[in-house]
């Protein structure tokens, strides 16, 4: 199940509303509306990291003209969801077998001695 996309500066946990992608050859960096699918050359940004993007001197910054809005849950992710949710709350779902004990190939450091004083 596909989770929220989060902003991409370290340290920030807010869902990501903007992507931000370079054209080296321009010097130009690009604010838009959040892509559809996270590329491995772009970066995902909240709306407060991609309104006070700044630039390197000599580089343009293009913005998106209006607000930022985060993307609406497709019915596919709210499908997987509910199907999660309810996979979970099942009280007839068999129980998982135990997991078989393994042998550690060690013995253990501490034994029971018998005695020595009984008659």
Not at 66 to 74: N, T, V, Y
């Amino acid at each position: 199940m596909p989770s929220v996309r989060k902003c991409s500066r370290t340290g920030c946990l807010q869902p990501a509303v903007a992507t931000l992608t370079y054209a080296y050859s321009d010097s130009t960096a690009v604010v838009g509306p959040l892509a559809t699918a996270s590329e491995p050359h772009s970066y995902d940004l909240c709306e407060a990291h991609a309104l006070r993007l700044t630039a390197p001197k000599g580089w343009e910054v293009v913005r998106h003209e209006g607000d930022f809005a985060e993307p609406e849950p497709s019915g596919d992710e709210l499908t997987a969801l509910a199907e999660a949710v309810r996979e979970a709350g099942r009280s007839d779902r068999p129980a998982p077998p135990p997991e078989p004990e393994q042998p550690s190939g060690r013995r253990g450091h501490l034994r029971v001695l018998p005695d020595p004083i009984k008659p």
